[in-house]
């Protein structure tokens, strides 16, 4: 017990050695010896734990005082040291009674490190919250915690669901895992029962002594789902939310460590959840792109509880209404237990959708007069109408009419977005904002103009065409404070507004039994962004908030506005063609050698200058493909098929003052292109000022 291999985040792939200090130790001394900087008033007495694997440890790394992973322990140091042994330094103290990780979830760190091509402090770093001590994180009132919900019937699809989740869960337990097929999927229009049928699945698991881990997108946008599980678990369960501070995480963390709260739901992070005994695990809403961390390590949570589920040999199961591509391939191949619901339950039927093509009609605004007129029906039936635009603000785009001019933000290569509210322009990506202008700022014409349309566009169309409607615009401009959108969807749900319009933010598992229509402003957004998800992301868009309407009445409509209706992705969401819209897209993927008939792994190269940016990408080219010639030469498999595509500039190609340049590695292997990716990020040093970004499996290229 006399040294320590302890993982730090910082920007090298190795752990570092540590002596240990005994538990219970004065450590402020030491801390005092270690580090001058720290004036021995505030030295104090602190308490350290007993050293073990997985617990944290405060320690010195040059003279910065970081927190660190323990992940080896051992009494002799290596024969083999690189290092004179005099300069190993006592760690200032453990800061667990128990360790934060388990065996389990330590060599899920080491296979995030490896396979996102990140070091090992990183990895570890991102699995647990980032505070030292746990607070409270409030838990539920006596109320909420007492009001378990009377529970639904179970129809028969739901029963044979259920019971093939709950007993792959027993076989495997007393199995030992086998060959079973651990991966279910649930495949149902939005309103068929999934959520029940997860509730129903996790309460089996429960009743036998296991945990459960429940995802879902983004917690803040799911609140009936929420609701659902705590009415249901009541302080069984622990809400993973992005509102927690990380000390409320963190308490939450050592509540589920101490097996006080046994089924977990939360967002992407959650996937981490140091459940003990894990039973089972739920992804809800399978499709949703925000299961793929923006930041490193750039981990998909699917992708990490499916091999969370397979070293556990627990099954794990997927839903959605609109399968991701590759979740649809592995059903269509047996990969993944497809069980099917095929009906709506709460009296609902799946709505009319018709579209309405916009080359067609005079449009004066962003309504067009069929949509005008439906809505006018439904506020006379005392119904409810949604009204989708996934674009936030008031105008798009800002246009000089004389010189063509667009005004593009100055940090960022993207068009600045007119706010009506704050009469500012302001940029999406960065938040940097100007005055609108009142010339044209290059030719000084006053012709100028603004085109597009956003969210508060429609807000204004919706009071000038219906004022005596009650509406209200929801996106993240109109909500601010924490648990406004709880309110505010609670608000409309109790009838007290007739028109709800906004972004995404209202696509998602929202129930609204008065809702007769819903509208889709445009569904062309995101059709045309140069990424080769766009179509899939367009089709599961549309077809989501379709999905809102006639959820508990057999009536409902939903008219989709658009320029192409005669695109597969729009035209398969309005016709409900879901297996047309699949083999189209797959074929069309196949075609193109696009995932999941290749794999991808992304880097972009960013600087502030750009000629850096632009040079460190050449290098980089020449390194990979001198590993890729090197590989080919050997003959290994795969590499014959492995391209290397770039270097070229992103199609964002400025964001936050940062120039990027990307690289995209291609072909059947994802762990070839891991391997040549190695040679790059491990190997070389770039100049100051230019990072590389390293994406595994990218949902996205923009
Ligand atoms: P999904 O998750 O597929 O969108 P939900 O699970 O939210 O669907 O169910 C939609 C509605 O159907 C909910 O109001 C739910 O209470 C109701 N429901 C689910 N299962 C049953 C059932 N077996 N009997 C009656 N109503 C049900
Ligand atoms: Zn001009
Ligand atoms: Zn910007």
Redesign the pocket.
């Known amino acids: 017990m006399k040294y320590l291999q302890i993982a730090l985040n910082v920007p090298a792939n190795q752990t570092f050695t540590y002596a240990n200090v005994e538990a219970g130790k004065r450590v402020a001394q030491e801390e005092k010896e270690q580090n001058e900087l720290i004036p021995l008033k505030r030295a104090r007495k602190v308490d350290s734990f007993e050293a073990q694997v997985g617990s944290r440890a405060e320690v010195m790394f040059g003279n910065k005082k970081m927190t660190g992973i323990i992940t080896a322990i051992f009494d002799e140091l290596p024969q083999d040291l690189s290092f004179d042994p005099k300069k190993i330094r006592k760690i200032l103290r453990v800061l667990d009674e128990k360790p934060m990780l388990s065996k389990e979830l330590l060599d899920l760190g080491r296979w995030i490190s490896n396979f996102y091509l990140c070091p090992i402090g990183e990895a570890l770093r991102a699995m647990i919250p980032d505070a030292k001590r746990g607070g409270d994180a409030g838990g539920f009132s006596s109320v909420d915690a007492d009001s378990f919900e009377g529970k639904?019937?179970?129809?028969e699809e739901?029963s044979k669901a259920v019971d093939a989740i709950a007993g792959a869960a027993v076989k495997a337990k007393e199995s030992g895992g086998q060959d079973a097929c651990l991966y279910h999927y649930?495949y149902?229009?939005?309103?068929?029962?999934?959520?029940?049928?997860?509730?129903s699945a996790a309460e089996k698991i429960l009743e036998r002594g296991q945990g459960v881990l429940y995802l879902v997108p983004e917690i803040g946008l799911t609140p009936?789902?929420v609701s659902?599980v705590t009415r249901r678990f009541g302080n069984t369960a622990a809400i993973i939310h992005s509102h927690l501070s990380p000390a409320q995480k963190l308490g939450e963390w050592k509540r589920i460590i101490n097996k006080e709260a046994r089924v977990v739901i939360g967002a992407r992070s959650a996937v981490f959840a140091p459940i003990p005994d894990l039973g089972l695990i739920i992804i809800?809403e399978e499709h949703d792109s925000s299961y793929k961390s923006g930041n490193a390590p750039r981990y998909h949570a699917r992708q990490v509880a499916m091999r969370r589920a397979s070293k556990l040999k627990i099954p794990l199961v997927m839903?959605s209404?609109t399968p991701s591509v590759e979740a649809w391939k592995a059903i269509e191949e047996k990969q993944f237990i497809c069980h099917r619901?095929t009906k709506?339950?709460?009296?609902?039927k799946m709505p009319i959708i018709a579209a309405i093509d916009l080359s067609k009609e005079k449009m004066n605004g962003a309504i067009s007069v069929p949509l005008e007129e439906e809505i006018r029906q439904t506020l006379k039936e005392k119904r409810q109408a949604i009204l989708f635009l996934n674009r936030r603000g008031f105008n798009h785009v800002f246009r000089c009419n004389a010189c063509g001019f667009e005004v593009k933000c100055k940090n960022c290569s993207v068009p600045m977005t007119y706010h009506k509210a704050k009469n500012r322009l302001i940029c999406h990506y960065c938040s940097y904002s100007v005055d609108p202008f009142r010339v044209c700022p290059q030719c000084g014409s006053v012709d100028i103009g603004y085109s597009g349309f956003g969210t508060e566009f429609i807000e204004s169309e919706v009071a000038s065409k219906f004022p005596n409607a009650r509406a209200l615009r929801l996106d993240t401009d109109a909500v601010e404070k924490k648990g406004e959108l709880e309110e505010k969807i609670a608000a409309f749900k109790k009838g007290e507004y007739d028109i709800l319009l906004g972004t995404q933010m209202i696509a998602k598992?929202l129930?609204f039994p008065s809702l007769k229509l819903v509208g889709v402003i445009l569904a062309d957004t995101s059709l045309h962004l140069p990424d080769f998800r766009a179509a899939e992301k367009t089709f599961s868009l549309i077809t989501q908030v379709a999905?809102r309407a006639g959820?508990?009445f057999p009536d409902g409509k939903v008219l989709v506005q658009t320029y192409s209706p005669t695109n597969p992705a729009v035209y398969c969401a309005c016709h409900s063609r879901s297996k047309e819209f699949y083999d189209e897209e797959l074929s069309a993927r196949r075609l193109l050698n696009f995932p999941p008939y290749s794999r991808l792994l992304r880097l972009v190269f960013r600087s502030m200058v750009q000629s850096d940016a632009e040079a460190f990408a050449a290098d980089a080219y020449k390194i990979l493909s001198k590993e890729l010639e090197a590989l080919q030469a050997k003959h290994l498999s795969n590499s014959k098929e492995t391209e290397i595509l770039g270097p070229s500039e992103c199609p964002l190609a400025k964001i936050n003052s940062n120039y990027r340049s990307q690289i995209l590695l291609r072909g059947p292997s994802v762990a070839l292109l891991q391997k040549i990716a190695a040679s790059l990020v491990y190997g070389y040093r770039a100049k100051d000022g230019v990072y590389i970004e390293v994406d595994v499996d990218p949902v996205s290229l923009l």
């Open positions: 639904n019937q179970l129809s739901q649930l149902g229009a939005t309103g068929s029962g999934k959520t029940e049928v997860f509730l009936q789902v659902a809800d839903g209404a619901l709506r339950l709460s009296g609902g598992g129930n999905g959820r508990f």
